[in-house]
């Protein structure tokens, strides 16, 4: 229970982010990729930045990169994950709002009945669903690392714009055991 009290601020500041009227943006790959409701961005040290737009669109600094049908496809797949990121972590922060109302529920709804006794699994019966929707992100992280080799293998300029490790990816479900 003291755990589960010690995640709930940080799972409300994450649905506050997720459940505004603003559109989210989600900042990856410890701050070198952006991900905004149009455009993901990646930065690179000593180089221009990129930038990937619907439809497969690349632009590295201010100019469009001519890609072949195969290339845009998988920059699209790229941005896809990239935006389906942010899609689901909404949906983890919403999950996570739920938890914490279950929580603040029962708790209140225990301590009046004198019965606290099935306040744990009630709120770990939440938590689960609250984790189903992270591992989501791990998807979607993996999807993303996918697509950025194939591109970076098929195209040569893109290389450098590699921002997501296998690190990433695998910490992701590794910090989501329990």
Do not use: W
């Amino acid at each position: 229970m003291n755990r589960i009290v010690l995640v709930l601020p940080a799972v409300a500041a994450a649905c506050a982010i997720g459940c505004g009227d603003h559109a989210a943006s989600v900042t990856l790959a410890h701050g070198r990729l952006s991900v905004h409701p149009h455009e993901v961005t990646i930065e690179r040290t000593g180089g221009p930045d990129a930038h990937l737009l619907a439809g497969g669109v690349l632009r590295i600094g201010s100019e469009d990169v001519p890609l072949t049908a195969e290339q845009k496809a998988t920059a699209g797949t790229y941005y896809d994950a990239a935006l389906a990121i942010t899609e689901h972590g909404i949906a983890t922060g919403k999950a996570g709002a739920e938890v914490g109302a279950i929580a603040a529920k029962e708790v209140v709804s225990g301590l009046a009945h004198g019965d606290t006794a099935q306040i744990g699994a009630k709120v770990e019966a939440g938590a689960a669903k609250v984790k189903e929707q992270a591992l989501k992100i791990c998807d979607d992280l993996k999807a993303m690392r996918t697509a950025q080799g194939a591109l970076a293998a098929a195209l040569p300029a893109f290389a450098p714009y590699q921002a997501l490790s296998e690190a990433d990816v695998s910490d992701c479900r590794k910090d989501l055991k329990d």
